[in-house]
């Protein structure tokens, strides 16, 4: 039984079509047989007349399945039309049917059983002239005829075939394109989480510490709590500010260039910030070049993240920034902070700040590492490769 899922389906006037044509093809047949009984015999009996056209109708009834079964359904049908001129035009379209399947096994049972049944019906009808010359026509011809039906019925499977192999890449190009679709959409939320955290955390963590120091000090001047305030209104103002700048860049879509990214050259500026919202960072660098943009990129963002965790999880804690690097060789980043004086309420950890850095650092070719340490404290270092902006011009240049 074969399987039909891989053979398009016919509606009911492509059958009717095909069943008209085998039956149009048959009708010479017939009606040259009747003349020929004719000429020979005289008046044809009842079996040309009504048994003939009632087994051709048959067999074109059981056309209907040959797709379900056809090897059966074919050698019935050229068996069948042994006995039956009409049922000839069946027997080719069985015979083109079991051909589209292209296997050379059952297309040549079924053109032996159409030779031998089409060798049958001259004796059946007995109107041969002369034995010899009607014995060769009798094999030839229905050889040819089968030729030309597995012929149509090979080029016919064969372009079904090619169809259904266009179908299937079409559909496996459909199916990697939403693939990449969605790939790229993860990427661009990945991306813009990133940026989001970049922009906010920072300035949300400098607000939430200032707001923890006012909660827990109890014996602050007006002066200071009004600083403490004053530090508060200015970090969410801030916020807002960097927040509706990431948001215009993504409403306004791929053509809208995004605003400049901050370099090495801007990190004693965000140390300054976070000193002045209260938390103690000390900060040392024996950087004297100018790295590349992206290194320098990556740098801020990894001391940005890790004052951004030293100001959640350690508020009054001293912390040691430091730089060392040159070019051609690495840029080193070192921040670690000491036991927090007081233990505030636990902040909510979501985990993707270092899992974000961990991934710039690997896109940068870089190294990351961060730890507890025995004091209570927590050490983050990271290393960037720093290329030789110089020797790589001038090997351009060579």
């Not at 017939?30 to 056209?53: Q, Y």
């Not at 200032?210 to 200015?234: K, P």
């Not at 920034?321 to 980043?333: K, N, Y």
């Not at 961060?370 to 720093?386: I, K, Q």
Request: charged share 20%.
């Amino acid at each position: 039984m074969v399987n039909t899922d891989d053979v398009p389906r016919l509606g009911a006037w492509q059958h009717a079509w095909r069943l008209t044509v085998a039956a149009v093809v048959s009708l010479p047949v017939w009606l040259s047989t009747l003349a020929l009984i004719r000429s020979r015999s005289g008046e044809p009996g009842s079996w040309v007349l009504v048994g003939d056209p009632l087994v051709a109708l048959g067999c074109l009834t059981l056309l209907r399945w040959r797709r379900r079964w056809p090897v059966a359904v074919a050698v019935t049908v050229t068996v069948a039309s042994s006995v039956s001129a009409l049922a000839t035009g069946a027997a080719l379209l069985a015979l083109c049917s079991v051909a589209t399947r292209r296997r050379p096994a059952e297309i040549g049972i079924v053109v032996l059983a159409y030779v031998t049944a089409s060798r049958l019906a001259g004796e059946v009808y007995a109107v041969q002239g002369s034995a010899d010359s009607m014995g060769w026509v009798q094999v030839v011809v229905p050889a040819l005829t089968a030729g030309i039906a597995v012929a149509a019925g090979m080029a016919v499977g064969a372009r079904r075939a090619e169809v259904r192999s266009l179908r299937e890449r079409a559909e496996s190009a459909e199916r990697e394109q939403s693939a990449r679709a969605a790939q790229v959409r993860a990427l661009e939320r990945n991306r813009i989480a990133r940026e989001m955290h970049d922009v906010l955390a920072h300035r949300i963590s400098l607000v939430a510490m200032q707001a923890g120091v006012l909660d827990h000090r109890g014996d602050l001047s007006a002066d200071e709590n009004r600083v403490l305030v004053h530090g508060i209104a200015e970090g969410a103002h801030q916020a807002l500010e960097e927040l509706r700048e990431v948001l215009g860049v993504l409403r306004a879509g791929p053509g809208r260039p995004e605003p400049p990214q901050p370099s090495l050259d801007r990190v004693p500026e965000l140390v300054a910030d976070t000193r002045a919202s209260g938390l103690d960072v000390r900060f040392t660098s024996t950087v004297t070049a100018a790295p590349p943009d992206g290194v320098g990129r990556t740098c801020y963002r990894i001391v940005q993240e890790a004052l951004t965790n030293a100001a959640k999880h350690a508020p009054g804690a001293v912390v040691r920034v430091t730089l060392d690097g040159t070019a051609g060789g690495t840029l080193d980043i070192g921040v670690r902070n000491g036991p927090a004086p007081l233990r505030p309420a636990r902040p909510p950890a979501s985990g993707f700040g270092l899992l974000g850095l961990g991934e710039r650092i690997t896109v940068a070719g870089g190294e990351l590492g961060h730890r507890p340490t025995p004091d209570g404290g927590y050490v983050l270092t990271a290393r960037l490769p720093w290329p030789d902006g110089a020797a790589r011009r001038h090997e351009r240049g060579a």
